[in-house]
């Protein structure tokens, strides 16, 4: 893999702007009719979400990730996508560049909830 070019500088306040955080994935299901999507149930500790992501044919078992922590954006617009409430977006590595993505994830296990940054 060649990595991509970097991206031009943004302003601090930019970054500060997206709340990423810690969560547990407790449940994955099959989103229907659909042969990319998945529903991800997430504890962030004080409440959980559902959030969409395109695992199906990145895994040969998306529900392998059920117990794992990883970092989730949650603080887009809620976005309908196939009939399904997304209130979040999960972090992978490697997408962008065309390889299998893997979670992003903490190095150890921390509060779910808990920021990065």
């Given amino acids: 893999m060649t990595p991509a070019s970097l991206k031009p500088p943004i ?7 997206i709340d990423v955080r810690v969560g547990t994935i407790v449940l994955v299901e099959d989103v229907p009719r659909s042969d990319k999507l998945v529903r991800l149930t997430v504890d962030f500790g004080d409440h959980r979400r559902r959030i969409v992501a395109g695992l199906k044919q990145e895994r040969a078992d998306p529900k392998a990730i059920e117990g794992r922590q990883a970092l989730f954006v949650v603080n887009l617009e809620p976005k309908t996508i196939r ?7 999960l972090f992978d590595i490697g ?9 992003a994830v903490p190095e150890r296990e921390v509060p779910n909830g808990a920021r990065v940054g």
């Fill in 11 to 17: 302003a601090p306040a930019l970054l500060d702007a």
């Fill in 83 to 89: 009939g399904e409430l997304s209130e979040g977006m």
């Fill in 95 to 103: 997408y962008a560049d065309g390889l299998t993505p893997v979670l």
